[in-house]
């Protein structure tokens, strides 16, 4: 199956900066693609995160913010409330959301604000050096965990997909990949998913994606291990549709009524 890319307003004549075999000129444009085709180019605005991405507003064509670290979306929550007709979304990595910005997106998420969050991981921090990060597999060598995670010191790896499908208000949930033209188109879907629900509430798409420079890999050895490894850990799924509520999120109303009982005497 081929990825056919289509022509799109949305994306700038800028050259990307990433490096070769990067996903995030893949993911760019699917996102771009999406927007466009739902008719939202004139009515979207984007956060651009700290991190590989954090040059992304030379490159989508709309207005774009640039947030501090791990703080998209605070910031889109806050440009969602001033302009609640506009299309709002966050392009974050995985250092970005899963760690410095945990409390921002699980609290964006936990109020239910009508926002589209775009979480790209690939399992280390690409921009600073090749470290670890939330999502590293156990096992693997970084340049802090030259040896390779060790979880009894440094945990296991976050999945926030299901960590953010224990919420009540999360409209949208899935997690695609971005390994092979199958798992690009299929990705291309959940995001205009997400678009379309985001009037709903919040919305969420996980993209694993692949860092040649940061794996010490080539580009074609990067997209085997991405499939090989990443995929089996962090699995392709739609975990929140609308209506779909899994027991550990459905609400619960508690009675506050104070009890008319006078205590017994003793």
């Known amino acids: 199956m081929a990825v056919v890319f289509e022509k799109t307003k949305m994306l700038t004549d800028a050259v990307f900066h990433y490096c070769p075999g990067c996903n995030h000129g893949i993911a760019h444009r699917l996102v771009a693609e999406s927007i466009e085709g739902l008719g939202l180019t004139d009515n979207v605005i984007g956060v ?24 998209a979306p605070a910031v889109a929550t806050g440009i969602k409330r001033v302009h609640p007709d506009t299309c709002v979304f966050t392009y974050q990595g995985d250092g970005d959301l899963a760690s410095i910005g945990t409390a921002e997106i699980v609290h964006a998420a936990m109020r239910g ?31 802090t965990s030259p040896y390779g ?8 790896p976050v999945r926030m997909c299901e960590l953010l499908n224990t919420l009540v208000e999360p409209r949208f949930i899935a997690r695609g990949s971005l390994s092979s033209p199958k798992e690009i188109n299929r ?37 085997q291990w991405l499939e090989r490894n990443m995929v089996p850990f962090f699995p392709i799924n739609v975990f929140r549709e609308p209506n779909q509520m899994p027991e ?7 009675d506050l009524k104070v009890s008319d009982d006078k205590p017994k005497e003793g």
């Not at 969420?204 to 420079?213: A, D, G, K, M, Y």
């Not at 550990?248 to 508690?254: D, L, N, S, V």
Request: net charge neutral; with cysteine; aromatic share 12%.
């Open 149 to 156: 995670r060790d979880t009894l010191q440094c945990g296991h």
């Open 248 to 254: 550990a999120a459905k609400k619960y109303t508690p």
């Open 113 to 143: 604000e009508k926002i589209t969050t775009i979480f790209i991981n690939n399992a280390i921090y690409g921009m600073t050096g090749g470290q670890m990060a939330p999502t590293t597999l156990p096992g693997m060598k970084t340049t």
């Open 48 to 71: 651009a995160p700290v991190g590989c991405a954090v040059f992304a507003y030379n490159y989508f064509n709309c207005d774009m913010y640039e947030a501090a670290h791990g703080r």
């Open 187 to 223: 990705s291309k879907k959940l995001l205009r998913q997400a678009f379309e629900l985001q009037h709903e509430g919040f919305t969420f798409v996980e993209l694993l994606s692949t860092c040649p420079t940061g794996w010490g890999l080539t580009p074609e050895q990067s997209q």
